[in-house]
């Protein structure tokens, strides 16, 4: 018989301490208003903001903004890092069987993703969300003008994003 205690439970218990400190972290950054359910989409930085108008396509000038996207299967909250946790638009999810991508040869690819709506103060709005990317399209009632905001991926957040952007009220 072997007298040598085996690795096994040892490696085991690392595992579960290395998975629990990562738990642990990612509750740290989970915002406090944020019901149980929701699952952690992805963190994404603002890299466009255009107006179309009459078919002209405008830029428009933009602030460095971070995003925090979460869902629970009925519903997108999209926080804005800059403006604190409180600050989040919810999206009713109409489609969430993926998002139509276009190629640069024009065809288009469906990838996994989810689109939603929300009509709160009297706009149109919808979200597009995939691993990559996230899109917002603003539509003014009764205006002949589209806000695209497009925002791409990032692996994590600035340790302290309020350190370095001034809080934005919520629109």
Known sequence: MN?????????????????????????????????????????????SKMMVERGDTMPVTISPLLYSV??????????????????????????????????????IDIVAGVQGFSTKGDMVRQISVTRKSLTLVKMPPRSHRVLITRAIAIKALPATPSAKQPAIPRR
Request: proline content about 5%; charged content about 25%.
């Open 3 to 47: 007298s040598k205690p085996s690795i096994l439970p040892r490696l085991i218990l690392t595992l579960c301490l290395v998975m629990l400190s990562s738990a642990l972290r990612a509750d740290e950054q989970r915002p406090k208003n944020l019901p149980d359910g929701y699952r952690f989409i992805g963190n994404y930085k603002l890299n």
């Open 70 to 107: 979460y869902s629970d299967g009925i519903a997108v909250r999209v926080y804005c890092i800059a403006a604190g946790d409180e600050s989040y638009s919810t999206y009713d999810i109409y489609r969430s069987d993926g998002v139509g991508v276009a190629r640069k040869s024009g065809e």
